[in-house]
């Protein structure tokens, strides 16, 4: 079972890099920035959101609440199932975001560290 686990994450991990590359070779860098660094990006944004005094505590708890969630190895749908395991953390992220977009857009707006590209991907996950 833990070989089975440690292929298909191999595989994943492949997969993702082989898309980022693909980007990368085809000319569009700046796309494959947006695709590589997505990940990182939001983990960068709700750890500036938690430091924001702006941000109101109950916002802060739901992001606060978001961060183990998405490290957990089980969750509403495992992670180990490829596409439906990536999909609910996807659907629970734009969740915490359209709550804290709907109060604070510029807060997202401001601590965003990634290109705008994927910032307007972000927003729109975020309904804005």
């Known amino acids: 079972m833990t070989v089975w686990l440690l292929f298909v994450l191999v595989g994943l991990v492949v997969l993702y890099a082989l898309i980022v590359l693909a980007f990368f070779i085809g000319g569009r860098r700046e796309d494959a920035r947006a695709i590589g660094g997505f990940v990182p990006d939001c983990v960068v944004l709700f750890a500036r959101l938690l430091r924001d005094e702006r941000l109101p505590r109950r ?15 089980f969750d509403l749908v495992p992670d180990f199932i490829p596409v439906a395991g990536q999909l609910d953390d996807v659907v629970i992220v734009a969740f ?12 997202i707006r401001e601590h965003w560290p990634g290109p705008s590209s ?9 309904g804005q």
């Open 118 to 126: 994927s910032l307007v991907l972000v927003l729109r996950l975020a």
């Open 96 to 107: 915490v975001l359209r709550r804290v977009a709907r109060k604070s857009p510029q807060l």
């Open 59 to 73: 916002h802060k708890v739901i992001v606060g609440a978001l961060i183990p969630y998405l490290a957990m190895p």
